[in-house]
Structures are given as C-alpha cells and as structure tokens.
C-alpha cells in the first residue's frame, strides 16, 4: 500500500509540473486573452482520461494499479476536469440523460456560488 501511495504521489508531482508546463507553453503561443492554457489542459486531460481507462478496462493492456496511478496521481494533478467529463459521460453512456445533466449542472452552478462565496469572505477578511 505505501508504494503505492509513493506511486499516485510520484505521478502527482508529474502531472502537476506537465500542467504548468503545457498550459505556460499554450498562453506563450496564444496569448492570454481567452484562456487556451486551461483549455488545452482540460481537453487534452479528457483525452487521456479516456485512453487510459479503455487501455485499462476492456483491453487490459494496462494493469489495474497501473491505471489507479495514472488516473488517480497524474490525472488527479493534471486537471480534474477530466474526471468531471468522464463521470458525466458515464451517465450518458448509461442513457442516464438526466443525472448527466444535473451532474454538470450542479457542479457548474455550486462551482460558481462557492468561487464567488470564498471571494466575498477574502474581501472581508
């Protein structure tokens, strides 16, 4: 179990550093006015996400803890969005069209009441 631990921690510190340097390498190519870093990382990350699931499920060309590592540690560092996209796809594959839509509803929505909420305690503190 602590390798393992070693392991997602590892693949965390990969993930995070390949995030800062895509995004950084994005916003130096195309500027910052839209921001096309965290797109490109967030698109790229469900990319990934699905590749290494299917590499892991059905395939089974990757080991099961190989992939907790990589989807856990990696992903996990390298955007979460991916992890919100794939939840929500699951749902839809399911035909469950209505917990996709509140699932992307209400994180969006709650998303966006708790940015603003922890902005206003900021200002007041």
Do not use: H
Not at 26 to 52: D, K, Q, S
Request: hydrophobic content about 55%; charged content about 15%; glycine content about 14%.
């Amino acid at each position: 179990m602590l390798e393992k631990l070693g392991l997602i921690a590892l693949a965390g510190a990969a993930g995070t550093l390949a995030r800062y340097w895509l995004s950084g390498l994005v916003y130096e190519v195309a500027g910052r006015e839209f921001p096309w870093g965290t797109a490109a990382v967030n698109i790229l990350g469900c990319f990934l996400f699905g590749l290494v699931w299917e590499l892991g499920s059905d395939r089974m060309i990757l080991r099961t803890e190989t992939r907790a590592v990589l989807l856990t540690g990696f992903m996990g560092a390298f955007t979460t969005f991916s992890t919100f996209i794939f939840e929500s796809g699951a749902f839809l594959e399911e035909g469950r069209i209505l917990p996709a839509l509140a699932n992307v509803g209400f994180q969006t929505v709650l998303g966006f009441a708790a940015l603003f909420g922890g902005l206003m305690l900021g200002r007041m503190l």
